[in-house]
């Protein structure tokens, strides 16, 4: 199975295994990666999540391996993981591309 995606009310999450290269380290390295993306806030999102965006989405990635718990949101440092990890949601969520869906209001 190339993914896993589950969801409730106003999120969607998919979770896969893929390799990805944090901007505080020049290592590659493979993880298990959790894109979530909510209309309007996320349910229990850490205070460190990302804003809305102006249409109304808002897209959180978590390393489930060094972040078991979800606290450090790492959409903003891996930008190439949230792309290729978007159209693995179901249709209607998260359209288009991150800068289409991510641009905070």
């Keep these: 199975r190339e993914c896993v995606s589950s969801g409730y009310g106003n999120w969607r999450a998919v979770i896969k295994v893929t390799s990805g290269k944090h901007s505080y380290t020049s290592i590659q390295h493979l993880s298990t990666y ?30 489930t391996i060094a972040d078991p718990f979800d606290m450090l949101p790492l959409e903003e440092d891996l930008p ?12 209607g969520w998260c359209v288009g591309n991150l800068d289409s869906v991510h641009l905070t209001a």
Excluded: F, H
Aim: aromatic share 4%.
């Design 34 to 63: 959790k894109l979530i993306c909510c209309r309007g806030a996320c349910p229990e999102a850490p205070k460190s999540a990302s804003p809305v965006s102006s249409r109304g989405w808002n897209i959180l990635l978590y390393d």
């Design 80 to 91: 190439s993981i949230v792309e290729e990890m978007m159209p693995l949601l179901p249709n």
